[in-house]
Every structure is written in C-alpha cells, then in structure tokens.
C-alpha cells in the first residue's frame, strides 16, 4: 500500500560512472517503488563513509553505474509494495514510523540513500525509538554504532579492564570507538593520528596516551609506561598492520576494520615473520545482521545522555561534492552527515 500523497519524482544524487567528485550529479529522478519484501523509506537525513568514496573511485568490485550511492540513512516508513499479503502487512512497521537502516547492499547492489526516498529490505530497518535527538545526531548513527560495536565486541572481544589501542583514531569510526570502549570498561586507551594536533581532540574524547603515527609507532609503544596493548583496532589498514601488530601483548588481538590508508593489499605478508609469536589477527567486515544485533536502544540513550558524545557536522544534498572533497583531502574529527528533511 503507497501513501497518496507521495511524490512522483525525488532528487538524489547520482554517481554517473567512477571518477572524480564532480561524477555525482542531482537529479530528479522517479521515485523508486519497493519490492515484494522492501520498505520505501522518506530519507531524513544519512551518514557520510569513506566507503561511499571508495565506491565512486571504484574500489567496489560489482557495482554497476549510474548508481545512487550511500550505505545508510534514518527516515519515515513512507510506504509499502501495492499488492501485499496480510502476513507481510501485520510485520511491519506502520507508516510514518521513524527508522534506520544501513548496509544490505545499500548504494552497491541496489539504489542507495544519498536520496529524498530509498527502498531496503524490511528486514534491514530498525525503529528509532522516542528521542529528542535532532535528526543529524540520529543520521550519525546506523553505520558508525554497527561498525565500532560490532568490532569491539565481535572482532576484539574487548572486555572491561582492557587495553586498547586505536590506529587510526580520529576518523568517526576511531572517535566513537574511543566512547564505546569507555563504556565496556577499557582500563587504558591509546589513540593515533598522523598529526600532533590532534592530539588535544583525541584526549578530549577519552584517549589516555597519544602516539603520532609517521607509520611505525611500535618502538613508542614498547617505551611508554604501560608497553604493549591488548587490543588494537586497525582503521588505518594495511599501511600499517605489519607494526600494529607488533604493538600487542603476547596473546593480544589486532582486528582490522578501516583502511583509511587507501592500500587494499599487502605485498609479501608472511603470517611466520609478520605476525609476533601469539599475537591474534582478525577483521571485522558488518552487515545487515550485526546492525540488527546491535544494543541500538541502549546506545541512543547513551548518546541521548550525553555519555557516548559524537562530533557531528551537518550538510545539505547540495554539498555532497564538497563533503567528498573533504574525504579525499583526509577528513577526519566528527562524523559527517547530510541533512534531507527535517520532517
Ligand atoms: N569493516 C567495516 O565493516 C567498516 C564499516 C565502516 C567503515 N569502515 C572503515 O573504517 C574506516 C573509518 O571510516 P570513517 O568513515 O569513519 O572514516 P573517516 O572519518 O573519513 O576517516 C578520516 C580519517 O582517516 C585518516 N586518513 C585519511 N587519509 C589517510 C591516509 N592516506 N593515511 C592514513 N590515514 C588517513 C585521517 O586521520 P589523521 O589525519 O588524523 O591521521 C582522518 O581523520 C574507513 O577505512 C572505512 O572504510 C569499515
């Protein structure tokens, strides 16, 4: 069942083919019709990754273009496929329910959310529940709670009284780790940056020791106070695995998520030399189901409460170039996010 009052046209923003920023266009384009099992949902307003960037330059093997990117967003139930069974119908979210969804395919296999509507599986969405949180804040949320949660907990396995170390810790994945690891009870954190200015950022944000990364910071690990960690999240990736690594404990785990570095592979990685005798290596690569499994209640009342705070800036559709241009340029120090409508 479609609402009456719906558009018969949307703008979104169309990646024309693979290339620079300016390969993404606004259109006004039909609005798209769910299919048997999807959700048509008015987007409010969705998160900026890395990810999203990558998918333009064409590191996402199997995305055909044009394509309308973007992996998430938070919205309104706006509607429904017409013909419907009564099972399907008593399932779902009414109309006019606030929801989130992220990942499934989302702006790779099928249209995304960089949109004013976008169809997902009912089966990726998640209700938002009651909350005053403006809807940039809950925009932030999806993609960055699924991603930092899903590698503390699943990856690393992070337990209270910890160490950890963040590589790559300014990025929006890095400084909510940085809350969510308070939360789960970290005794020590420590966080990087390739810039020393940051440090005062970090530190505000719940880091307890500041390494300057030219690259290779594991000979500063091993003479600061406390030594080696004994959980590294690697946002930065492959540029710098072989000596993050090298800054765990003995049985300590390193879990790969991030590749801010822009490297996808390493050359001559030999697991025997590479890998310190007992030191685990894991990567953590979400989906639809660690996004459901997500303790996404608890976490907005956390952000709701002020005890998991995240650095948010806001843009508009029309910005998305100059939001790519800051992802290129290196980004970093809030989470982005594209504001749609505040309705
Ligand atoms: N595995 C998963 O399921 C999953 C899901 C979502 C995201 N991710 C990954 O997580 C990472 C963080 O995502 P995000 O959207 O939060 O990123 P982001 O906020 O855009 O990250 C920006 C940070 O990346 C660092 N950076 C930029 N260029 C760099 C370079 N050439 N070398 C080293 N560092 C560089 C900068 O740190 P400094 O300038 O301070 O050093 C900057 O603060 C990304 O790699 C993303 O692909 C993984």
Same mark, same amino acid.
Do not use: N, Y
């Given at each position: 069942m479609m609402q009456s009052t719906l558009p018969k046209t949307m703008r979104a923003v169309i990646c024309?083919?693979?290339?620079?920023?300016?390969?993404?266009?606004?259109?006004?384009?039909?609005?798209?019709?769910?299919?048997?099992?999807?959700? #048509?949902?008015?987007?409010l307003g969705f998160g900026i990754n890395?990810?999203?960037? $990558?998918?333009?330059?064409?590191?996402?093997?199997?995305?055909? %273009?044009?394509r309308i990117i973007g992996i998430e967003c938070i919205g309104v139930v706006a509607g429904y496929p017409a013909a419907e069974t009564v099972e399907s119908k008593s399932a779902r979210h009414a109309v006019g329910t606030r929801v989130a969804t992220?990942?499934? *395919? #989302?702006?790779?296999?099928?249209?995304g959310s960089y949109a004013e509507y976008t169809c997902v599986s009912e089966a990726n969405v998640r209700p938002i529940p009651a909350t005053d949180l403006s809807v940039g804040t809950l925009a932030a949320l999806p993609e960055m709670?699924?991603?930092? +949660?899903?590698?503390?907990?699943?990856?690393?396995?992070?337990?209270?009284?910890?160490?950890?170390?963040?590589?790559?810790?300014?990025?929006?994945?890095?400084?909510?780790a940085l809350q969510l690891a308070r939360k789960i009870g970290a005794?020590?954190? *420590?966080?990087?940056?390739?810039?020393?200015e940051r440090e005062e950022l970090l530190r505000q944000n719940g880091?307890?020791? $500041? %390494?300057?990364?030219?690259?290779?910071?594991?000979?500063?690990?091993?003479?600061?106070?406390?030594?080696? $960690?004994?959980?590294?999240?690697?946002?930065?990736?492959?540029?710098?695995?072989?000596?993050?690594?090298?800054?765990?404990?003995?049985?300590?785990?390193?879990?790969?998520? *991030?590749?801010?570095?822009?490297? +996808?592979?390493?050359?001559? %990685?030999?697991?025997?030399?590479d890998l310190p005798n007992r030191v685990r290596l894991c990567a953590y690569g979400g989906g639809p189901d660690d996004f459901m499994a997500l303790p996404w209640e608890e976490l907005i009342r956390e952000v709701e409460a002020g005890k998991v705070k995240i650095p948010v800036r806001e843009f508009k559709l029309e910005d998305i170039r100059e939001v790519h241009k800051i992802l290129e340029s290196?980004?970093?120090?809030a989470k982005m996010v594209v504001v749609v409508s505040n309705e």
């Open positions: 024309t083919a693979t290339g620079p920023v300016s390969v993404m266009e606004i259109r006004d384009v039909p609005l798209p019709t769910p299919q048997p099992g999807q959700v #048509l949902i008015k987007v890395r990810a999203e960037m $990558f998918t333009r330059q064409g590191h996402s093997p199997g995305v055909e %273009f044009p992220c990942m499934g *395919g #989302l702006g790779r296999q099928i249209p709670l699924q991603t930092t +949660w899903g590698s503390l907990v699943a990856g690393l396995d992070l337990r209270p009284g910890e160490s950890l170390l963040i590589r790559g810790a300014t990025s929006s994945i890095g400084l909510c005794a020590r954190i *420590g966080a990087t940056s390739r810039s020393t880091a307890d020791e $500041f %390494f300057v990364d030219g690259g290779e910071i594991a000979k500063d690990v091993a003479r600061s106070a406390r030594g080696g $960690f004994d959980k590294i999240l690697e946002l930065t990736g492959t540029t710098t695995l072989r000596d993050s690594v090298k800054c765990a404990v003995s049985k300590g785990t390193v879990c790969m998520t *991030g590749i801010q570095g822009g490297e +996808w592979e390493m050359e001559k %990685f030999s697991p025997m030399g290196g980004g970093g120090g």
